[in-house]
């Protein structure tokens, strides 16, 4: 049988259109296309994989964009492919719900763990592991947002394989009794997949709708103006914070058990 990490450096390009010697040290994650485009239009580089169920872009500084599509099947596949490069860091830039009432649409979370609702991560750790973020990776994030004057949240993110769930109480119960401060699709999965691969990772979550609220459930519509409102200086704290990592050598160590 072909080793695991034989498959991983083949699927990687399968997947992607992209050579595996043009992925860098430091990788964003996003789940939109605009976020590749903006980025591949700042540094004047190549988008690989418009064919392909993935799509890629690497600038000059060996930093690397990914748009891998959503939920938490494609989270766990681009997360063990990564193995195939081992990158130092990987940062997920996505979006989220706002599950508390002082969330506001707009607002930044850096999530201090995931609660793994998903079930995709159980197949790689007992559901008793945590799904946690590489804090020191999260400590560059936290001091770009900062430099930009901007705030965030931190706190627990619900990750779930529901896409419609806003109107089952029974569920909507069980987020508020959790305390989860954001729900999303795949946050606790990159975090479990990236512990398992021994990948440094993080995420910077944008909320872009609070459905909890009458009218807060994302449309279209809704979803259009946050993404011409924020999603420009998202990109840009994930370019900016991953970029001063890799400047500054800056390790960060996996523990092993």
Known sequence: ???????????????TGMPLDRFGDYILLTNFRNYLVDFADQFACDIYGDNKPMQAATNMRGLTIINFGIGSANSATIMDLLS????????FLGKCGGLKKSTEIGHFILPIAAIRGEGTSNDYFPPEVPALPSFKLHKFVSQKIVAHGYDYRTGVVYTTNRRLWEHDETFRQRLHQMTCIAIDMETATLFIVGHYNEIARGA?????DVPITPDGVKTEESDSKVTSQWSRIHLQIGIEAMTEIGENCEPIKHFSY
Do not use: D, H, T
């Open 1 to 15: 049988m072909i080793e695991r990490l034989e498959i991983a450096k083949n699927w990687l390009p399968r997947y």
């Open 204 to 208: 910077l979550l944008l909320v872009s």
């Open 84 to 91: 195939a490069r081992q990158p130092r860091g990987v940062l």
